[in-house]
């Protein structure tokens, strides 16, 4: 990706393809963290292995969206994964190489992947 319009030109192909915009309470929520220092550290491609695996895996009841600074910059780029019923987990220094792991064992599985996460970064 060269520009923010091609991302968002992306990200609006995608949500006709799948229902990422439906935010019901029974939903998965996958939010990139997509402010400066996100972007920055690679987000963009980040976001887009999401919404390629949660589209290449036909997962239904995951929503994938877009949020500014989570507070922790030098753990760029962030990912918070927020399920019904389970505490918020956070993933750290994500790259697009690790998406399908997370897709697979937590979003699918739910279980979570520890060596991913803020704790493990610490």
Known sequence: MKSLEELKAIRE???KQM?????SDSNI?????MATCGIAAGAKPVLAAFLDE????DLHGVTVTQTGCIGVCRLEPVVEVFAPG?????YVKVNPEMVPTIVEQHLMK??????????AAE
């Open 13 to 15: 192909q995608m949500k």
């Open 54 to 57: 949660i589209q290449k895996r």
């Open 110 to 119: 739910h279980q979570v992947v520890t060596g991913f996460t803020i704790g």
């Open 29 to 33: 929520r996958v939010a990139v963290g």
């Open 86 to 90: 389970e505490e918020k987990v956070t």
């Open 19 to 23: 229902d990422v915009r439906d935010q």
